[in-house]
């Protein structure tokens, strides 16, 4: 799960999660904190040889180091940001947080979550407000038809159930 986000203290944005997205977020802070703590004493105990593979081998280490601690806060910023998706709304209107399940014409029921791109997952069930399909479903209601397609195929689904 990667993400880039460009820290502008003039415009903080919001990032709504479900539970289960602020866990794994959670949980993966604690791994890249675990990794970091690894990579630092692979470093301390790496000597600092005159030959070509152990400079390789060190810089092969700080550019792991750099990289973990990008990511790392970049994940504590956008945690710091987050705020778990509301329970109670109106549920009349797909929004960030709805799970919709969708009929397609082959009368197959999909289902749905609606999330923020950082806990997207699609083969979890959990799709992007900002896909392509998310994008189509927010403000839908009960009963409306959903057309989404990649320009060559295109798919109709049937908006059958908001909760």
């Given at each position: 799960m990667n993400t880039t986000t460009t820290i502008d203290s003039s415009e903080t944005k919001t990032v709504l999660l479900s539970k289960k997205g602020m866990k794994e977020l959670r949980k993966s802070i604690i791994q890249l904190e675990h990794?970091?703590?690894?990579?630092?004493?692979?470093?301390?105990?790496?000597?600092?040889?005159?030959?070509?593979?152990?400079?390789?081998?060190?810089n092969e280490l700080l550019?792991?180091?750099?990289?973990?601690?990008?990511?790392?806060?970049?994940?504590?910023?956008?945690?710091?940001h987050a705020k778990l998706i509301p329970s109670r709304r109106a549920r009349m209107k797909v929004a960030i947080g709805s799970v919709?399940?969708?009929?397609?014409?082959?009368?197959?029921?999909?289902?749905?979550?609606?999330?923020?791109?950082?806990?997207?997952?699609?083969?979890?069930?959990?799709?992007?407000?900002?896909?392509?399909?998310?994008?189509?479903?927010?403000?839908k209601t009960v009963?409306?038809?959903?057309?989404?397609g990649n320009g060559i195929q295109r798919n109709t689904f049937q908006l059958i159930k908001i909760t």
């Open positions: 990794d970091l703590q690894t990579i630092r004493r692979n470093l301390r105990e790496s000597d600092k040889g005159l030959n070509h593979d152990d400079r390789f081998a060190r550019l792991r180091l750099e990289t973990a601690q990008a990511e790392l806060l970049d994940k504590q910023y956008t945690l710091n919709v399940d969708l009929i397609d014409q082959q009368g197959r029921l999909i289902s749905y979550t609606i999330v923020e791109s950082i806990e997207a997952n699609p083969s979890d069930g959990r799709i992007s407000a900002a896909s392509p399909l998310g994008s189509t479903l927010l403000g009963k409306d038809m959903v057309e989404w």
